[in-house]
Each structure stands twice: as structure tokens, then as C-alpha cells.
């Protein structure tokens, strides 16, 4: 099946850092997401992406559709100890197909 | 305000044993999800169901059955259970009107199969 490769795994950074992960495929998505778990719940939607190029904002959190269409970018400025947990993508062909989850990067804050 | 609910949260089984997860939404969306999360993994898609007496195989269905009798519920059963199951097990569902992006997710699982 088709597969999302997310980096970096993991990244340790200090307060008021800014962070900046992506996600890739080799095949063309129609619809980019990025989500967020925080330690012992369940993902929730931080940004959604419809158009090639399009740049989004919510927060401190910007995310940009790639030219391509096969890849996404997710940066956060100024980052707080509560953005620590797992980042997910997520990409979508169309609306009949399920979602196509990244691995993850898994982002932890130094006070 | 519930949202999507899980029970159990946490559960420990013996390798051979059944069990079935429950998934509880009151949001009235048609289409509910059941995921698995492994350490360096992410999250993969075990079933989904795109309406009520509705289900299809994901990514990683074997060893798992589901059931969608009421609309608002969505069951995930394990007949044998296996140590390859410990896993950390997530239920979604989304808006009617398709694979909507905006999955709303329960708050997890955590099943260990000794």
C-alpha cells in the first residue's frame, strides 16, 4: 500500500525554538493533514491542506501543500513545553479512499 | 459532550483469549474506523465501516473481526488473541458524506496479550 515517510522520528528541542518536520510519497496526494497526539489520547486535527502550494496557519503551527503534491511541511515557532507529543501526516487521494497515516514525529520540549 | 468513547481502556489477556473492544460515538457520523498503534509504527487502519451493517478491511485486518449493528457503535473483536495484538488500539469516526479528513478519535486501548 501506498506509505508516508515522516521526518525526522524524534527531536528534542529547547523552549522558543522553532521546529520544522516534513512528510514525502512517492505518489501524488490530493489532500495533506496533519495531526497531533498528545501523550495518552487520541490524534487530533491541527491543519488541512486541499490545494498544491497552498500555506496554511493555525496558531503558532504553519503548514504548506508541496508543489508536487507528494509531500508536505509542518513548522512551529516559538514552541512551548505543551507541543510536546507525537506529529502525524496524513494524506488522502480522494474521497473514497481512507486516510494514509505518516509514522510520526515524536517532539520533545526542554524546559 | 462525549464524542467518540472506548471501553475498556486498559486489558490484559492470555495468548488464545477472546475479547471484544466497543466504540461509542454520538456525533451521528456514518463512518467509523478502528486503528492500531505500534511504537515506530504510526497508525494503521485494521477495518472501517462506511455506514451501519457496513465493513471493509484496512491495512492490517487479520486475526480481527468487526461488527456495525447500530450506527452509533463499532466493535472490534479478536477471537484468538495473539502477542503480535499488544498494540494500542484507536477508534475514529468522520462527517457523513465520505472519507471526510476531519476524523474525530477516541482516546485509545491499551491491550496487552501476554
Known amino acids: 500500500g501506498q506509505q508516508l515517510n515522516q521526518s525526522p522520528q524524534s527531536m528534542f528541542i529547547q523552549e522558543g525554538e522553532d521546529v520544522s518536520m516534513n512528510c514525502t510519497s512517492s505518489?501524488?496526494?490530493?489532500?495533506w493533514l496533519w495531526y497531533k497526539q498528545d501523550p495518552g489520547e487520541g490524534p487530533v486535527l491541527l491543519i488541512a491542506l486541499y490545494k498544491a502550494g497552498e500555506l496554511t496557519s493555525n496558531g503558532r503551527l504553519t503548514a504548506q501543500f508541496g508543489i508536487t503534491r507528494k509531500d508536505s511541511f509542518l513548522n512551529i515557532s516559538a514552541s512551548i513545553p505543551r507541543d510536546v507529543g507525537i506529529y502525524f501526516c496524513?494524506?488522502?487521494?480522494?474521497?473514497?479512499?481512507?486516510?494514509?497515516f505518516g509514522k510520526g514525529t515524536r517532539l520533545s520540549v526542554i524546559a | 459532550n462525549a464524542g467518540v468513547t472506548q471501553t475498556p481502556k486498559f486489558r490484559v489477556l492470555k495468548t488464545g483469549q477472546s475479547m471484544t473492544l466497543l466504540c461509542a460515538q454520538d456525533m451521528n457520523h456514518e463512518y467509523m474506523y478502528w486503528y492500531r498503534q505500534d511504537p515506530g509504527m504510526g497508525l494503521r487502519l485494521i477495518h472501517y465501516s462506511v455506514g451501519e451493517g457496513t465493513t471493509a478491511k484496512g491495512e492490517v485486518p487479520d486475526g480481527y473481526n468487526v461488527s456495525r449493528l447500530k450506527k452509533q457503535n463499532f466493535l472490534l473483536g479478536l477471537e484468538s488473541a495473539a502477542p503480535s495484538q499488544t498494540s494500542v488500539y484507536f477508534c475514529a469516526s468522520s462527517y457523513p458524506g465520505g472519507f471526510n479528513e476531519k476524523l474525530f478519535f477516541g482516546s485509545g486501548t491499551q491491550l496487552s496479550v501476554l
Open positions: 496524513a494524506g488522502q487521494n480522494s474521497g473514497n479512499t481512507p486516510l494514509v
Open positions: 505518489s501524488i496526494f490530493n489532500t
